[in-house]
């Protein structure tokens, strides 16, 4: 019924830029809070960034200063532009929805694929 679709991932060195995109498709009412997520080998997944429908923004302090999350909510779409990136930021990437679909009266949460990002030093 939803399907979020995660693009932009990719190999680049230490000190690089890389926009992540996510589009979510489907018998969508509307869609609340939208987040990025990422998991690293070994690791468990953490929240890297959230930001409302009013686009309020949250983001772990690691990425502070350096990613920056936004969204068109006339396309379904959620972005990440992750600037100055370090090889600690290697880690699949996730997007993640809370999404009302059309004739449901709470929203659901939804998870895309997930996107590799590596970083090299």
């Known amino acids: 019924q939803v399907q979020l679709v995660e693009y932009g991932g990719g190999l680049v060195q230490a000190g690089g830029s890389l926009r992540l995109s996510c589009v979510a498709s489907g018998n969508i009412g509307s869609i609340n809070t939208m987040a990025w997520y990422r998991q690293a080998p070994g690791k468990q997944r953490e929240l890297v960034a959230t930001?409302?429908?009013?686009?309020?923004?949250n983001y772990t302090d690691s990425v502070k200063d350096r990613f920056t999350i936004s969204r068109d909510n006339a396309k379904n779409t959620l972005y990440l532009q992750m600037d100055t990136l370090k090889p600690e930021d290697t880690a699949v990437y996730y997007c993640?929805?809370?999404?009302?679909?059309?004739?449901?009266?709470?929203?659901?949460?939804?998870w895309g694929q997930g996107t590799q990002v590596t970083v090299s030093s």
């Open positions: 930001i409302s429908r009013s686009s309020s923004t």
């Open positions: 993640n929805a809370d999404i009302r679909l059309i004739r449901q009266l709470f929203p659901t949460p939804y």
